[in-house]
């Protein structure tokens, strides 16, 4: 167990550091700023985020630097083991009784492994990847969903709180990243359906303003869907959530699904088209799947 003599609670404002300050960590970190906390951070190229932060030179540095609570905000499970191993990682830097909150969307598997690590160093690890692309995180209106200690859940509230409008504890360590698969599987296969949908209502000859205007009118589309419908009808594809990364989270859930035995034949046909949209928009929005199909059927340019 970490170190039972680690503070309940963290300060109202301390300092914290963010090992990647990309589009969603660059937001969190503003509002601990808003808030009061101090930023470091650390991305593998040293730039990124808000134009105002300072960077350190490697995870190890950054670690030391923050003091005791850390922020993880990458990409995938490489890119955690990367930032957090070996001799110039995080956990080499951060001393018994710190707190690290990994916020990437990583396998259950992944996110197991590095709450062992920290906890054979006295380090309390909590998964904690958050629900919500980047309007949410300018809003500070993110859902976390975090895994391990009740205790620790406790000391990371104070952050939760600003960065977020829920918290929801879902079980032990590994137990957020395992929430996290599947609010996101179900969220790949509600636009999925709704892109099959438009496609078929364009083949068959329906008005496009029509269609769209239809759907986003209707309750059966979540106000998620309807964001991204919104903006397909336009050809707005900017990056909220990169098809590269919605791509590699359906892709984690297919296999997290297999190693339990659950059958999940819906969510492995979204993977399929989600691959065929990263083959063409890696780092657009995920919602380009509504260019591929508009322009399977309705032969688009």
Do not use: W
């Amino acid at each position: 167990m970490p170190d039972s003599s680690a503070p309940d609670t963290l300060a109202p404002a301390g300092l914290v550091g963010f090992v990647g300050f990309g589009a969603m960590a660059s937001r969190m970190g503003r509002a601990l700023r808003d808030a009061g906390y101090q930023i470091v951070a650390y991305t593998p190229s040293g730039k990124g985020g808000d134009g105002t932060t300072r960077f350190l030179p490697q995870p190890r540095l950054l670690a030391e630097a923050a003091g005791g609570t850390v922020i993880l905000c990458v990409p995938d499970d490489e890119a955690l083991a990367e930032a957090a191993y070996g001799p110039d990682g995080v956990l080499a830097g951060m001393a018994a009784g710190g707190l690290l909150i990994n916020t990437s969307s990583v396998s259950p598997e992944a996110a197991l492994a590095l709450a062992a690590a920290a906890e054979r160093r006295g380090i309390a690890a909590l998964d904690a990847p958050v629900s919500g692309s980047t309007p949410e995180a300018d809003a500070g209106a993110l859902v976390v969903l975090v895994g391990g200690d009740a205790r620790d859940v406790a000391r990371a509230r104070p952050i939760f709180d600003i960065i977020g409008k829920a918290t929801i504890h879902a079980g032990p360590a590994g137990s957020g990243a395992t929430l996290k698969l599947v609010v996101n599987g179900i969220m790949g296969v509600g636009l999925a359906a709704v892109a099959e949908g438009v496609g078929y209502g364009l083949a068959a000859g329906l008005d496009r303003d029509m269609l769209f205007a239809a759907l986003d009118s209707v309750a059966v589309i979540s106000p998620h869907h309807k964001r991204k419908l919104k903006a397909a009808r336009v050809g707005d594809f900017s990056p909220q959530f990169p098809t590269r990364l919605m791509q590699k989270d359906m892709r984690l859930l297919l296999d997290a699904a297999a190693r339990v035995g659950a059958p999940v034949p819906t969510m492995a046909a979204t993977t399929q088209m989600l691959s065929l949209t990263r083959r063409q928009y890696p780092d657009d929005d995920y919602s380009a799947l509504f260019a591929v199909m508009e322009r399977m059927v309705a032969n688009t340019p």
